[in-house]
C-alpha cells in the first residue's frame, strides 16, 4: 500500500555534499511523519533525522546536527536529506522511512525504502 523510493546517493569526498531524496507513494496521508535512518558496515541501523508530517518540527542524531537538513515537499510526497560537509563515517545505506504517527530514534517506523547507498572517501 505504501512505497518509498530513495534515490541520490552515490561517492563522494570528505568534506563533500550530497542530497538524498525519498518518493512517497500508494495509500499513504500528508500527515505521516517521515525520517531517514542509515546503518554502516558492521554496525546496527541508527537514527539520523526526522521530519513531522507538518514539515515543521525536525530532529537529528548528535553525530549529523549542523551538517545534515531534513526537508519535505508534501506537494510532491518527496522527503530529502540535503548532507554536507561528509566525513568518511557518514559512508552507509541510507534509508527512507515512514509512519502514520512518529518517527522516532527508539521505534521502528511502519514503512521502508529499499536504501541507497552514501560513500565518502578519505
Known amino acids: 500500500q505504501v512505497q518509498l523510493v530513495e534515490s541520490g546517493g552515490g561517492l563522494v569526498q570528505a568534506g563533500g555534499s550530497l542530497r538524498l531524496s525519498c518518493v512517497v507513494s500508494g495509500r499513504t496521508s500528508s500527515t505521516y511523519a517521515m525520517g531517514w535512518f542509515r546503518q554502516a558496515p558492521g554496525k546496527e541501523r541508527e537514527f539520523v533525522a526526522a521530519v513531522t508530517g507538518s514539515g515543521r518540527s525536525t530532529r537529528y542524531a548528535d553525530s549529523v546536527k549542523a551538517r545534515f537538513t531534513i526537508s519535505r515537499t508534501n506537494a510532491k510526497n518527496t522527503m530529502y536529506l540535503q548532507m554536507s560537509s561528509l566525513k568518511p563515517e557518514d559512508t552507509a545505506v541510507y534509508y527512507c522511512?515512514?509512519?502514520?504517527?512518529?518517527?522516532?530514534?527508539?521505534?521502528?517506523?511502519?514503512?521502508w525504502g529499499q536504501g541507497t547507498q552514501v560513500t565518502v572517501s578519505s
Open positions: 522511512a515512514a509512519d502514520p504517527v512518529v518517527v522516532v530514534p527508539a521505534t521502528p517506523p511502519r514503512y
